[in-house]
């Protein structure tokens, strides 16, 4: 949720790029789960001033030869083609399946899998539109920023802890179905809490949030595992 007015925010995007900065000695590949952005439109290759430190970062990554791939959440509205543009991003919507190791993973966002009630498909219908989103984009730009920042934060903060717990709940269930259904990795997000459970083998884990703790999963031989980054003090 880069770009939101969030308590703690600019210790989160110092400590995002220290993460990020350290990772081609580490990794030749990074997939992104979405909701990076509190909300992304486009305007002819914009960036809002707030989130080009990032973009920047991106850039440095590609150019460092690590792959960079992009499956877009809830408040991704318009991700089209400034990242693979500028970053080299490949943008995998609604999910992305890969097999490594010999063996076969899922990730996606997960919103789609857990809001699956009515009022939240017509209402991604309604933000997802092609013909609605150029009708919002002939607002000002500022007007639309801060409509954009006022109905991300409604939906953020509209997601007290219960609800949290429920929403990953259903997720970790969704994900050993998953699991169940021949994948043996499965990756999901949005709940913004951290999770990992095993099932016959096969492994689930949910990246949680870099909202107030820095979670994240890697990926190697020895399979998925859930860590968390702390940043170096300065």
């Not at 989130?51 to 030869?65: C, I, K, N, Q």
């Not at 490594?100 to 991604?124: M, N, P, Q, V």
């Not at 500022?142 to 953020?156: G, K, Y």
Request: aromatic fraction near 12%; glycine fraction near 6%; hydrophobic fraction near 35%.
């Amino acid at each position: 949720h880069l770009g939101a007015t969030i308590r703690s925010a600019q210790p989160r995007d110092d400590a995002l790029r220290s993460f990020l900065e350290e990772l081609p000695e580490k990794t030749d590949r990074i997939v992104f789960l979405g909701d990076m952005f509190d909300f992304w439109i486009e305007y002819d290759g914009w960036i809002r001033p707030e989130l080009r430190p990032f973009v920047h970062v991106l850039e440095a990554l590609s150019y460092a030869g690590v792959r960079l791939d992009y499956v877009p959440g809830n408040h991704d509205f318009s991700i089209e083609s400034v990242l693979k543009k500028t970053c080299n991003v490949t943008i995998h919507p609604p999910c992305i399946e890969f097999r490594l190791f010999g063996k076969r993973f899922f990730a996606s966002h997960g919103d789609r899998l857990t809001d699956t009630g009515c009022h939240h498909r017509i209402l991604r219908r309604i933000l997802w539109h092609p013909a609605n989103l150029r009708l919002y984009k002939r607002l000002p730009r500022s007007s639309a920023i801060r409509l954009a920042l006022w109905f991300s934060a409604l939906s953020r903060n509209s997601k007290d802890c219960a609800t949290q717990i429920h929403s990953s709940d259903a997720m970790r269930r969704i994900g050993l179905s998953l699991l169940q259904s021949g994948y043996d990795g499965v990756v999901l997000a949005h709940t913004h809490m951290a999770d990992t459970t095993q099932w016959n083998g096969g492994q689930y884990c949910n990246t949680g949030q870099w909202l107030h703790r820095y979670t994240y999963v890697t990926l190697d031989r020895q399979g998925l595992m859930l860590h968390e980054f702390f940043p170096h003090p300065k």
